[in-house]
């Protein structure tokens, strides 16, 4: 009862890249993620699957709401062994304390998250940081936010930004704050998703879909 939750992924091809998970990891703190591996089909799908299990492993090992930055940060150490594909990850992961609202986050190179706060939507600030899978000495911070109720994390990968139109015209983080603003807040998060994808086939047009295309 006390938050709602809800995502939607349409992959660009039978094997996707993107992933979003969420779960508590104890009764008042719930983690939620949102990613993107670079590259396509099976080596991008492994690598989604080992980057999802090690991030979710770390963080159910936490000790302290303080160590989410050193949950990327191991993360990043792991992820940078035995990777021959020199693949990498974006990654965005955020804990919510359900009792105060205190959202404590870190960013790993992925886009900049929009917050509903007082009915209107602002990208969060989330620094400069590196994706996972290229240093493994990369530290990582975090940053803390008290939301609202009725506050609304908006969550998304780059293939929602980066959807192209037959011109080469992307869809833009701008535009998406734009959509999203004009949205009535008072909707289901269900009927948000499917307004901002119905945005983005309209903006595409006839161009085919390049990139997966997840929000949460």
Known sequence: ????IFASMEAAKEVGGDFYDFYFVDNKHLIITIADVSGKGVPAALFM???KTMLQNFALSMKDPDDLA???TLSNRQLCYNNE???FVTVFMGMLNLDTGEFIYANGGHNAPLILHENKFEFMNV???CMLGIDEDV???QQKIILAPGDIIF???DGVTEAMNVAGELFGENYLRDVLNG???SESLETLLENIRKAIKLHAGDAEQSDDITML
Do not use: D, P
């Not at 009862?1 to 709602?4: A, D, K, L, R, S």
């Open 85 to 87: 594909e020199m693949l």
């Open 139 to 141: 530290s990582f911070e």
């Open 49 to 51: 699957s080992r980057s």
């Open 127 to 129: 620094g400069k940081s």
């Open 70 to 72: 050193a949950v990327m």
């Open 155 to 157: 969550l998304y990968t």
């Open 183 to 185: 949205e009535n807040k």
């Open 1 to 4: 009862t006390e938050f709602e």
